[in-house]
């Protein structure tokens, strides 16, 4: 059974600060990770895919990725309260995104 | 803009009317999905097209079916919906595995009484 793990939270930090969001992914031949934001009773949104080793940064967001230790995270840089939602982790190996159960980010004031 | 599109937005239905979802799209991307997901779970994959190629997944309930006429449009029908399918049904399309983005439509939120 393909798994994806994720701390579901709630994750809070006050505004400005840097969240840090976590994945764990079983299936070693995972060729591909994404992060979508979903506001609550919206679909989800993506916001960045992966592919390679190492980090890729857009604008406020930052992903990482390590195949040898099965790990992808998510930063976000100078959080603001329009950042709270959940974030789901999603990871495919050639076939169906597999998805982990979200963690949900609430960032204060 | 190129996007996934979903109607109705919200549908209310009685427990055992056929209700059908429809959704469209301007990507004209090969691959066409459809999810359920429930209150604080993630998105649970019912089946998919690839083209015309249609896959089921092992535990999509047999209440649930899906047509896909053409590449932009995907229908999916509930045949008797019960009190537990009340959830939100989202579409999404991408152009196939292993690599590319998968987009989501807005979502259809059903409700059974």
């Known amino acids: 059974q393909k798994e994806v793990e994720q701390n579901s939270g709630p994750l809070s930090v006050p505004e400005g600060a840097i969240a840090s969001l976590n994945c764990t992914y079983s299936d070693r031949g995972s060729q591909s990770f994404f992060w979508y934001r979903q506001y609550s009773g919206k679909s989800p949104e993506l916001i960045m895919s992966?592919?390679?080793?190492g980090d890729k940064e857009d604008g406020r967001f930052t992903a990482q990725l390590n195949k040898a230790s099965q790990y992808v995270s998510l930063l976000i840089r100078d959080s603001q309260p329009s950042d709270s939602a959940t974030y789901l982790c999603?990871?495919?190996?050639?076939?169906?995104?597999?998805f982990g159960q979200g963690t949900e980010l609430s960032v204060k004031p | 803009d190129a996007m996934v599109i979903q109607n109705p937005r919200y549908q209310v239905t009685q427990f055992g009317k056929p209700v059908t979802l429809s959704c469209s799209q301007t990507?004209?991307?090969?691959?066409m999905y459809w999810y359920q997901q429930k209150s604080s779970q993630a998105p649970k994959l019912l089946f998919h097209y690839y083209d015309k190629d249609f896959n089921n997944e092992a535990d999509t309930p047999d209440n649930f079916q899906s047509r896909r006429p053409n590449t932009s449009f995907c229908f999916l029908d509930i045949r008797s919906p019960g009190l537990g399918d009340a959830a939100m049904y989202l579409c999404?399309?991408?152009?196939?595995?292993?690599?590319?983005?998968?987009?989501f439509g807005p979502g259809t939120r059903l409700t059974v009484l």
């Open positions: 999603a990871v495919r190996g050639g076939g169906k995104l597999i």
């Open positions: 992966i592919y390679s080793n």
């Open positions: 999404a399309t991408d152009w196939g595995p292993p690599d590319n983005e998968q987009f």
């Open positions: 990507l004209n991307h090969n691959v």
